[in-house]
């Protein structure tokens, strides 16, 4: 039986090898890009500054080679630096997963989040007009909602809003058993409990960026299919 070459990246010492070769390829590339971006024409929209544009180019070089490598980011329902503005979140009710979101393998479980720009609590739920579930980008193989993942976006949101920011932790593919439909249960999960917590549909903005922004149409597509619980 032949065995391909990407087969054996997840696994060491192919996986320390290959790290090593594409940090030292970046680097070398590095130069290279610096002056195919410096023209405006060449960027991939002409409003990026030339550090977006680079910034760009090196997320997608590091997600092509984690999913070769089968990278695994740490997954974690601890509160960590987030402290009080971290909430984990129980699964709901069993006959609210159903259609498309039902699996023989695949269940809801608990899962986290991240609120901003503060702890959320019910004294100070009026002082907002409502709450944005979004889910964060990351080619649903990275990122986590926290902080140091999203900190500065859901400042942009909630300085640009008078809304509650949370940023859910869902499950990504690139950790076992998270397949899908994990993600999609999961926005189930967190769209459930800000219900739960007292706020009103109408009062519920569903956002997302990349991936995200996949995971918030389909999950909008998921409640508009009947299939609600």
């Known amino acids: 039986m032949a065995i391909s070459l990407t087969s054996l990246l997840p696994y060491h010492p192919f996986k320390a090898l290959y790290a090593t070769l594409a940090i030292i390829t970046v680097l070398a590339r590095l130069p290279f890009w610096f ?3 410096l023209p405006r024409f060449m ?9 977006q544009s680079l910034m760009l180019q090196l997320l997608r070089c590091f997600l092509h080679h984690a999913s070769l490598t089968n990278f695994h980011p740490p997954w974690t329902l601890l509160p960590g630096v987030e402290k009080d503005q ?13 259609g498309v979101l039902e ?19 019910p004294d100070n739920q009026e002082k907002r007009k409502g709450v944005i579930l979004h889910f964060h980008g990351g080619a649903y193989i990275v990122g986590d909602g926290r902080k140091a993942d999203l ?19 869902y499950r990504i593919s690139s950790n076992p058993g998270c397949r899908f439909p994990a993600a999609l249960q ?15 549909a109408n ?22 299919s009947g299939a609600r619980g």
Do not use: C, M
């Not at 901003?116 to 609590?121: A, L, R, T, V």
């Open 35 to 37: 002056l195919y971006f």
């Open 43 to 51: 960027r991939t929209h002409p409003s990026y500054t030339l550090r």
């Open 86 to 98: 971290w909430e984990r979140i129980a699964p709901s009710k069993k006959d609210i997963y159903k």
């Open 103 to 121: 699996d023989e393998e695949v269940k809801p479980v608990e899962v986290g989040g991240t609120w901003y720009p503060g702890p959320f609590s």
């Open 151 to 169: 900190g500065f976006g859901a400042g942009l949101l909630t300085r640009n809003t008078e809304y509650w920011v949370l940023s859910l932790q």
């Open 186 to 200: 999961d926005a189930v999960t967190g769209y459930q409990f800000l219900l739960d917590k007292g706020f009103a």
């Open 203 to 224: 009062d519920i903005i569903v956002s997302g960026d990349s991936a995200g922004a996949n995971l918030a149409v389909a999950f909008l597509r998921q409640r508009s």
